[in-house]
């Protein structure tokens, strides 16, 4: 089939933003230039995939997972159900995250990536600082399997650990990034978010703080003396987390950023380091 049949096929039933974006992905090429190959003949095996992604997309599959890849922070990342499609405000977290690696750590840093999911955060940061040692942590071991796949294809050497939080862990770390679950089963949430995506890496108890409260109360028998805790909140989250902060840790600097919408997204503690923003 020609490239203009594929397009038109698609947008039978999509918007044709989501086709080109689909296509696009599929062919290697930029959806913007999709129209200078309009009359190109397109392998067979490349039209069963189209088709197949059609179909999981008009059965409310997420467009990442039908294509089984996402680009975060210029690199690309393999997804499936067995994970959460990284967001947008995760790239902001490993943003800031990196800044205050190369600004305040130098050598013989450690980083544990806890929950890592598809392991975006902390093959990202290895990619960015290829002499620091990354440990990526999960309690799911389909996660890990998924992480360990984009561990491979982006050419990063990962440790990876089974664990519920800290309990396999036995390490100390400089760093310690988590993007939690943190939504509450009384958040409103979108439908296809809530269809698909691993309800284990969306939901936590104690209006979302859980997870949070469990990492804090116990960080420091895996820290060094000098360290930054960097984590992802929701929106609401802010003044929460703070309390919790002061609850469990003592000594420390904290800095709250705002993600590009303007919302309260990001916490970074510091402890042992004179901050200079």
């Given at each position: ?44 095996d490349l039209v069963n995939k189209y088709k197949d992604c059609l179909k999981a997309l008009n059965k409310g599959e997420p467009l990442q997972y039908a294509i089984g ?115 509450s089963k009384t958040d409103e949430i979108d439908e296809i978010v809530l269809q698909n995506e691993p309800h284990l890496a969306l939901f936590s108890k104690n209006n979302g703080l859980f997870y949070y409260e469990e990492i804090l109360k116990v ?59």
């Amino acid at each position: 089939m020609k490239l203009e049949e594929l397009l038109c096929l698609g947008n039978q039933t999509l918007h044709k933003d989501q086709v080109k974006l689909l296509l696009g992905s599929i062919l290697n090429i930029n959806p913007l230039e999709l129209n200078l190959h309009l009359n190109d003949y397109i392998e067979a095996d490349l039209v069963n995939k189209y088709k197949d992604c059609l179909k999981a997309l008009n059965k409310g599959e997420p467009l990442q997972y039908a294509i089984g890849k996402m680009n975060f922070y210029g690199f690309d990342f393999y997804v499936d159900k067995r994970v959460l499609i990284p967001r947008f405000e995760t790239e902001e977290l490993v943003y800031n995250t990196n800044i205050y690696l190369q600004k305040y750590f130098q050598s013989g840093i450690k980083l544990l990536d806890l929950g890592c999911g598809s392991g975006c955060i902390g093959i990202t940061l290895k990619k960015l600082n290829p002499n620091i040692k990354v440990t990526l942590s999960d309690i799911s071991k389909e996660a890990l399997e998924v992480a360990l796949k984009n561990a491979k294809s982006n050419q990063t050497e990962v440790e990876i650990i089974e664990s519920d939080l800290f309990k396999n862990i036995n390490d100390k770390f400089s760093v310690i990034i988590s993007n939690p679950p943190y939504v509450s089963k009384t958040d409103e949430i979108d439908e296809i978010v809530l269809q698909n995506e691993p309800h284990l890496a969306l939901f936590s108890k104690n209006n979302g703080l859980f997870y949070y409260e469990e990492i804090l109360k116990v960080a420091t028998n895996y820290l060094n003396s000098k360290f930054l805790i960097a984590f992802e909140i929701g929106s609401s989250q802010k003044d929460a987390i703070l309390q919790l902060i002061s609850k469990y840790l003592s000594d420390v600097s904290v800095i709250t950023k705002q993600d590009m919408s303007g919302r309260d997204r990001m916490v970074f503690i510091f402890k042992n380091i004179i901050i200079n923003e």
